[in-house]
């Protein structure tokens, strides 16, 4: 990949971990899960979601408090409200949080609440957000844009990392195509060449690539089979009722039987799942 | 067009004209050509651009001083030095200017200088850059996404108008395909389509669908035929030394040619060419 | 175009001229508009577009017999006893008649009854039937593919002339992508691309790139500006009642005002469309 | 899916299995893996490869006699005298053979070697060849289109079973997409919703979509952890020496290390990996 000077293995071998928390790390052996609704509604939805994740067991929570929406007359997202109940679950459950981030006038507030800032897909290439990033504090979650090819994603990232930020986590979340069936199309042949090309860690949004609930658990599965380093994924304490994406939302009993799904598969590449029970520790 | 309440025909029937300067409006029966190179290198190139393009005749000029660049390490423009050679050249040979804005900080600045502020391809959905370019004094210029949908465009329109700002001009730019022979796929069906759904003028840029200088005149007359209000063209003194984008800049002398060539397209459809030396008027 | 021996100008200056009646041809100066319904459903119909479209006035009928259809319970076409209504308002009205092979079995029958035999999209590479159809004594209209490349598409003509048959005339009909507002995206610019590299003729199907019928004028005159040798469009005597793409099909109105609108698009670049009624002629 | 009556789950809710021999079935709880070179090139490189792969172990030979090719110059493939070496080795190491037909006139021959009739991308919807292979006396693979929406795909299915025959496996590939990195995008997506929507096996070609063998195994454990039946891989003794598609073929021993490791995948979502050697047994 010509002109990746900082985030190709041929400039380092060493693995890039990013932590979220002193105990979550992203890019280790341990698989990361990070869990929650498309968009903060209110302090009571989130603290239902967090302390139902919290056991899932999940190990970050997401939430939108500043909304990308093709209208502008759509909820554009709670903003400081939004942040301040993000804060609250945060520390009542002991719970490193991602929100996005859209604006560089953003970027030392959320700073100040969330523990991973998100780009999303439609600012991948919002050059000048991605270096004032270069000099933010905290990790960010760059997400690929809807049409980015693998290069132009890595080189997104070199943008972060060039201007200071090396705390980046790449996220693979589908691709547009000629097919509406899938909202996108999941592209893990990408994250099979960002694992082979790149030191940094990336992870996979299952909802937004499929946009229809019953597809995301074999998605997930699939993912981590191929060397992911995570997931985050959208779930909601009553799916139908959610302002946003209520299709691809995942109940909180769907999303605990997802991640006890995910144990053995990640074992069965060598990995495992953060804070997964396991049998035999069980049995000891 | 759902959501969409005041770019659309269904809000207004009266067609936007937007005005570059006293004498050059965008929308109305004439058609506009604005050229220019890729990158604002130079006041010696800029000058020698304008000179020449004054009489092809163009109606503005273009030129990056601020450039979105896959890679961190390539040239990102001339900035402010850049601004100051446009406005040498604006003067001048008395030509509105249009050139690319690529963040909320920039909007202030490029106002002071150009005609025209232009919101690249990778910011079409940079939604917090709309909405401040909705408090902006000066025209529009937004550029089709890389794989954004005609409702998409049309709603990022909407964002800006919506903030305030109605001279809005949209530009088709070729959408990202399966085929690289060319660099992108022009969409005229989605300027035909636009000008059945909204009153905002739109106009063609072939050189960025090509990628290939060979095809643009054509594509340019197909352009014109289908009802763009204008052109915006890559061109260069010497297109093999331009700083980037070489393969797809038209040379002066060519640059004059297609000028030459899209009168009696236009005349064709019922509109005439900005400027055009009409064979009735050199008659009389 | 690696490969191309036969159908790229690099093998042969002259551009091919391709007959499909002792009156037209396709590949000259003169521009051809073939037009008729997406389905033959009977004779009295046929009987009627041929007569009011010949005086449009278009130079083919087009009507399909065999139908390729996504789903195997669709009307598949009235096959022979279509054949025999083509035959007959072939004759009657002396227009030539186009109509779809998909199979190696019904080329001689086709070639019996029709005087262009049409490869679908869908066969674009079914490399057995181009083989075949290079042994046909009749002209070919290909198709190309749904997402086919330029390269693809050219030699897949290769393919037919390579085997024996130098008659072949292409059609760009769009492409998929991820837009479902328009059916396909017309890609005028593999129009322009392969008028250079080929000296093949290429006509337009708008009807089949729009999916719409309110765009398919506008297109028609971008495909002529840009050097399209001419148009394959769907029309019917009541389109709403069409056995198959309703929305797409012209009236009979709408198709004598489209091709009236032709000429003065098509003089603009130096050529006439058949048969049209000049001011000139009409003076003298 | 409207009008699919056959091959949904509506219509039947058992799974179907189809059958490659007494040993080997597809669609059941037992993944299938099948391998072999693009081209059947010479008996040695057939009996090399077949007696290297039946310890791997795989369960059929895959290797193409007739080769659909962009160029009409390129190799078509050794014909019959291919079709006698599968043949020969299907016998000499007891190996059901899966290989591509290319037309109707080729079904009866290559029934009479063959245990599998392929349809190949460029044929998907090649309905005539479709309709044939409903009375065709062997199972059928059906892989998806270049850029065949799932609904096509399906369908394609449906014209084969409507006509006849019942015993279709239905494989993914990969779709076309704006990013050349890899020769296609593989689309799990799809392999995971047709699971859900249809009784019919799907395989994952994981070869062709990657079209770089460092993708293979990570994509292939990706496959087999969504639900897929199995997979179909390229390979060859001596990858950089093979006539075509050299850059995605496996080393033998490259095979071998791939089907161990899909085993604990594969038991990681409760189903087994044909022939598999499980520690457990071999401790016992």
């Given at each position: 990949?010509?002109?990746?000077?900082?985030?190709?293995?041929?400039?380092?071998?060493?693995?890039?971990?990013?932590?979220?928390?002193?105990?979550?790390?992203?890019?280790?052996?341990?698989?990361?899960?990070?869990?929650?609704?498309?968009?903060?509604?209110?302090?009571?939805?989130?603290?239902?979601?967090?302390?139902?994740?919290?056991?899932?067991?999940?190990q970050?929570?997401?939430?939108?408090v500043?909304?990308?929406?093709?209208?502008?007359?759509?909820?554009?997202?709670?903003?400081?409200a939004?942040?301040?109940?993000?804060?609250?679950?945060?520390?009542?459950?002991?719970?490193?949080?991602?929100?996005?981030?859209?604006?560089?006038?953003?970027?030392?507030?959320?700073?100040?609440?969330?523990?991973m800032?998100?780009?999303?897909?439609?600012n991948?290439?919002n050059?000048d957000?991605?270096?004032?990033?270069?000099?933010?504090?905290?990790?960010?979650?760059?997400?690929r844009?809807?049409?980015?090819?693998i290069?132009?994603?890595?080189?997104?990232?070199?943008?972060?990392?060039?201007?200071?930020?090396?705390?980046v986590?790449?996220?693979?979340?589908?691709?547009?195509?000629?097919?509406?069936?899938?909202r996108?199309?999941?592209?893990l042949?990408?994250?099979?060449a960002?694992?082979?090309?790149?030191?940094?860690?990336?992870?996979?949004?299952?909802?937004?690539?499929?946009?229809?609930?019953?597809?995301?658990?074999?998605?997930?599965?699939?993912?981590?089979?191929?060397?992911a380093?995570?997931?985050i994924?959208?779930?909601?304490?009553?799916?139908?009722?959610?302002?946003?994406?209520?299709?691809?939302?995942?109940?909180?009993?769907?999303?605990?039987?997802?991640?006890?799904?995910?144990?053995?598969?990640?074992?069965?590449?060598?990995?495992?799942?953060?804070?997964?029970?396991?049998?035999?520790?069980?049995?000891?």
């Amino acid at each position: 990949m010509k002109d990746a000077k900082l985030v190709t293995k041929s400039q380092s071998n060493s693995q890039t971990i990013v932590s979220l928390s002193n105990e979550v790390k992203i890019g280790g052996s341990e698989i990361v899960v990070i869990g929650g609704p498309c968009t903060v509604e209110s302090l009571s939805q989130m603290d239902a979601i967090a302390s139902h994740l919290k056991s899932a067991p999940i190990q970050a929570l997401r939430g939108g408090v500043y909304k990308p929406r093709t209208s502008p007359y759509a909820f554009q997202g709670a903003g400081v409200a939004g942040l301040e109940i993000l804060a609250s679950v945060r520390q009542r459950h002991d719970l490193p949080v991602v929100t996005e981030v859209m604006a560089i006038s953003q970027i030392e507030e959320i700073s100040a609440y969330a523990d991973m800032l998100q780009v999303g897909s439609r600012n991948m290439q919002n050059f000048d957000l991605l270096k004032a990033l270069g000099q933010a504090s905290k990790p960010i979650l760059l997400k690929r844009g809807l049409a980015a090819t693998i290069e132009e994603f890595v080189m997104a990232a070199e943008y972060i990392v060039s201007h200071g930020n090396p705390n980046v986590v790449l996220c693979e979340r589908g691709i547009r195509s000629f097919d509406n069936y899938t909202r996108n199309v999941l592209d893990l042949g990408a994250v099979v060449a960002i694992k082979q090309i790149s030191h940094l860690p990336i992870i996979v949004d299952p909802s937004h690539a499929a946009g229809k609930r019953e597809l995301i658990a074999d998605l997930s599965r699939a993912a981590i089979a191929c060397g992911a380093d995570g997931l985050i994924i959208e779930c909601h304490p009553e799916p139908e009722k959610s302002v946003s994406d209520a299709r691809q939302a995942l109940s909180i009993e769907e999303m605990a039987e997802l991640v006890r799904s995910l144990e053995p598969v990640a074992k069965a590449i060598g990995r495992k799942v953060y804070g997964a029970k396991r049998p035999q520790l069980a049995v000891a």
